[in-house]
């Protein structure tokens, strides 16, 4: 059975960089699409970023040109590498994963599996 998790989180200064990575167990990737996904303080959770199998990406507005999602299924592993950040970017950054057939499409609803999330704090 496949499970996720989350490493590389940590504290940042406002406009500097992380990279958080999803490293998958129990099952390969290779047919699951994959979503980043945050929890501000007091806030629900978003979307950030999602993965097809086929590699094709997508990105909320909030995050484009920033954060830049990537996958290697050798490594059963998928990257959020997160650049400039903000202050308004600090929360519990979760990735989910969603088996699928269709590799040109990937998802922020109904996920099948979530890892159990990382804290980024962006402050100075």
């Known amino acids: 059975q496949l499970q996720l998790v989350e490493i590389g989180g940590g504290s940042v200064q406002p406009g500097g960089s992380l990279r958080l990575s999803c490293v998958a167990s129990?099952?390969?990737?290779?047919?699951?699409?994959v979503g980043w996904f945050r929890q501000a303080p007091g806030k629900e959770r978003e979307g950030v970023s999602c993965i097809t199998t086929s590699h094709g990406v997508d990105y909320e507005d909030f995050v484009k040109g920033r954060f830049t999602i990537s996958r290697d299924n050798a490594k059963k592993t998928v990257y959020l590498q997160m650049n400039s950040l903000k202050p308004e970017d600090t929360g519990v950054y979760y990735c989910a994963a969603r088996q699928t057939q269709w590799p040109g499409v990937c998802y922020y609803t109904d996920m099948d599996v979530w890892g159990k999330g990382i804290l980024v704090t962006v402050s100075s």
């Open positions: 129990g099952a390969n990737l290779f047919d699951y699409a």
